[in-house]
């Protein structure tokens, strides 16, 4: 167990459907990350929250909708997805973004295929 | 543009030592990590360089050299446990990381 929870942990749904997946950390820390890791590719990094405030979007496309109500909570709301965002979605949170804060503790993520 | 190369696979055996090296080409850099990803495992850390030079912490060592963009993992005693994919990242200023393709480690008996 890192510390980092994700709900849930197995999700189908059709292009047309609206779901959220949910990521909490109970370590106290400031920054909250999601990943998208995709089969034989690297980990991208798709937004970054600091203090609540999203300091990243790393171009990822509007039907992807992150949402930090605080520190320890954070969401990404999928809506009209296509069949290319199957994938693990990882969430990860950190100390903070600078400094001695280099190490990432990842949540185990939320499967996701997409029909 | 920003890349970090690492080999997509290692096989050795048991009590064995693997290097993985990783090279990267990014702007902004601050560290080098190591993360250890089993499958369907969420991936952990194992180690950090900000500084040129070798990191140990336990079986595991991790290396960088700045001016040449280069680090490697040093697996050392491998056991059964260890097969898992190995991920190098690059951490910028604003510590994000760049993750690399990562590494298959396969155990042999």
């Known amino acids: 167990e890192t510390g980092v929870t994700q709900t849930p942990r197995h999700l189908v749904m059709g292009m047309t459907n609206k779901k959220s997946l949910k990521c909490e950390q109970h370590?106290?820390?400031?920054?909250m990350y999601w990943y998208k890791q995709s089969a034989k590719k690297p980990l991208e990094l798709m937004f970054v929250y600091n203090f609540k405030e999203q300091t990243e979007n790393n171009s990822v496309p509007s039907r992807f909708s992150p949402e930090c109500p605080n520190s320890s909570h954070l969401f990404l709301h999928l809506h009209t997805l296509q069949p290319e965002d199957s994938a693990l979605y990882l969430c990860a949170s950190s100390q903070g973004i600078s400094g001695d804060s280099y190490e990432q503790y990842f949540g185990p993520g939320t499967r996701l295929t997409v029909t | 543009g920003q890349s970090l190369e690492q080999p997509s696979e290692v096989t050795a055996v048991e009590g064995a030592i693997v290097q993985i090296n990783c090279t990267y080409q990014t702007s902004g850099f601050y560290g080098l990590s190591w993360y250890q990803q089993h499958d369907g495992g969420a991936p952990t850390f194992l180690s950090y360089?900000?500084?040129?030079g070798l990191e140990e912490t336990g079986r595991f060592s991790s290396f960088l050299s700045r001016s040449d963009s280069y680090g490697y993992l040093l697996l050392q005693e491998l056991q059964m446990k260890d097969s898992a994919s190995y991920f190098c990242?690059?951490?910028?200023?604003?510590?994000?990381?760049?993750f690399g393709a990562g590494t298959q480690v396969v155990v042999t008996p």
């Open positions: 360089n900000a500084l040129d």
């Open positions: 990242a690059v951490r910028d200023s604003w510590g994000k990381l760049q």
């Open positions: 370590l106290g820390h400031n920054a």
